[in-house]
């Protein structure tokens, strides 16, 4: 079964742009996470979709926006970006009543 | 709010020494704890978990965990590194029955396993 495979690898911006961050599941998990890691920071939660719904968020400001579609595929959009954002952002997905996430490789964005 | 901390910022052990990371949590409820490993260049994977049950959960690659309900712990071991080992390990927990399982994750532990 293929992993979470997550679009483009790599990404630099410019201040003020907005980037849009995409995540496959593997087959079959319907529940999709993201999560920021930074050097300071570690390892963030962002926001959790299951069946198109949004069922959790973490503490990002309201630039960070997600969206799920009807085959579990999930986007991530960030507006405005600024300097802070640069991180790896990875993708996990699990099955439904599964406690176990498992992650993509992540999508390194540079701003600058 | 819930917690995790990871003692160790950077280990360095030479080959064949015995490995002991240090994993605390923060919440009084029932968790789900992990252990993640990030090798170099690569994707974070999953090492072990612990549900419920024989608080001594074995993983992959030679890898164990034991749960102390009692110190809130969850320390990673095992017994001789290798070199292949060198990676960032971090501890996890979902919070049985709460937030929909988002992952907590402690800030990391950088293992270098010297030749």
């Known amino acids: 079964k293929a992993g979470v495979t997550q679009t483009p690898r790599y990404l630099i911006k410019t201040r003020g742009q907005q980037v849009t961050l995409s995540c496959s599941p593997i087959?079959?998990?319907?529940?999709v996470s993201w999560y920021q890691q930074t050097p300071g920071q570690g390892l963030q939660f962002l926001f959790e979709?299951?069946?198109?719904?949004?069922?959790n968020k973490g503490n990002f400001p309201g630039r960070f926006s997600g969206r799920q579609f009807s085959n579990s595929r999930s986007e991530m959009n960030v507006s405005t970006l600024e300097l802070g954002d640069s991180a790896l952002y990875l993708c996990?997905?699990?099955?439904?009543?599964?406690?176990?996430?498992?992650f993509g490789p992540g999508t390194r964005l540079l701003v600058l | 709010a819930q917690s995790v901390s990871q003692h160790n910022h950077h280990v360095i052990l030479s080959e064949a020494a015995s490995l002991e990371l240090g994993c605390n949590y923060s919440y009084g409820g029932t968790v789900n704890l992990f252990w993640y490993v990030q090798y170099p260049g690569q994707h974070l994977q999953l090492l072990l978990k612990y549900f419920s049950g024989d608080p001594l959960v074995k993983g992959i690659k030679g890898f164990e965990a034991e749960f102390i309900k009692s110190k809130f712990s969850f320390n990673l071991r095992k017994p001789s590194v290798q070199w292949s080992d060198t990676a960032e390990y971090f501890c996890?927990?979902?919070?049985?029955?709460?937030?929909?399982?988002?992952?907590?994750f402690g800030k990391g532990t950088k293992l270098s396993v010297k030749p």
């Open positions: 996990a997905s699990k099955t439904s009543g599964q406690e176990t996430q498992y």
């Open positions: 979709y299951f069946s198109e719904t949004q069922r």
């Open positions: 087959s079959g998990h319907r529940s």
């Open positions: 996890a927990v979902t919070l049985y029955g709460g937030s929909q399982g988002n992952l907590i």
